[in-house]
T-cell receptor
């Protein structure tokens, strides 16, 4: 089934650095979403980018979408320790969002 | 507007018992989804319901699992005769809009441990 796959699986950076996570998917989409999950908590929606959009910004987040390569990237600028979490991309597949396995981001101060 | 409420947050069952997980969607949300998450894994779609109807249950195991979303009350995910492999976090999400049109709002999850 259609699924987003994030890369890298894990990322460790220092506070103030930028973090980039990538997502690849298999079939055509209407939109692609990014979610964040803190340890032991539910998922929180970060940003949605539609298939006809190439880039979107929200605060310190920048998302790009390349439908020809079936890939997306999430950039978090000037990271903070509070950004430590798992990040998932999700693609729509008919009636459900399909999630990848996520990138675990650790930001140390 | 309260968020998606799931209970219990933690549930321990012995093999062969039944587990019932409840989800109250956000007010005004008629679309409910259930997902399962194993440790260090992403979320796996299980079922999509709209009030009183199961729309897509393609991710549900064929046996022992069932879901409902009655006209009144919360959505229920029911697991009969639980086995150790059912141990996981189960997340409910809701949306006011049909699939493919917007974000999902997630609850904090119910963590099932089968002894």
């Amino acid at each position: 089934s259609q699924q987003g796959e994030e890369d890298p699986q894990a990322l460790s950076i220092q506070e103030g650095e930028n973090a980039t996570m990538n997502c690849s998917y298999k079939t055509s989409i209407n939109n692609l979403q990014w979610y964040r999950q803190n340890s032991g908590r539910g998922l929180v929606h970060l940003i949605l980018i539609r298939s006809n959009e190439r880039e979107k910004h929200s605060g310190r987040l920048r998302v790009t979408l390349d439908t020809s390569k079936k890939s997306s990237s999430l950039l978090i600028t000037a990271s903070r320790a509070a950004d430590t979490a798992s990040y998932f991309c999700a693609t729509d597949a008919g009636t459900a969002l399909i999630f990848g396995k996520g990138t675990t981001l650790s930001v140390s101060s | 507007n309260a968020g998606v409420m799931q209970n219990p947050r933690h549930l321990v069952r012995r093999r062969g018992q039944e587990a019932r997980l409840r989800c109250s969607p956000m007010k005004g949300h008629s679309h409910v989804y259930w997902y399962r998450q194993l440790p260090e894994e992403g979320l796996k779609f299980m079922v999509y319901l709209q009030k009183e109807n199961i729309i897509d249950e393609s991710g549900m195991p064929k046996e022992r699992f069932s879901a409902e979303f009655p006209k009144e009350g919360p959505s229920i995910l029911r697991i009969q005769q639980v086995v150790r492999g059912d141990s996981a976090a189960y997340f409910c999400a809701s949306s006011p809009n049909p699939p493919g049109t917007g974000e999902l709002f997630f609850g904090e999850g119910s963590r099932l441990t089968v002894l």
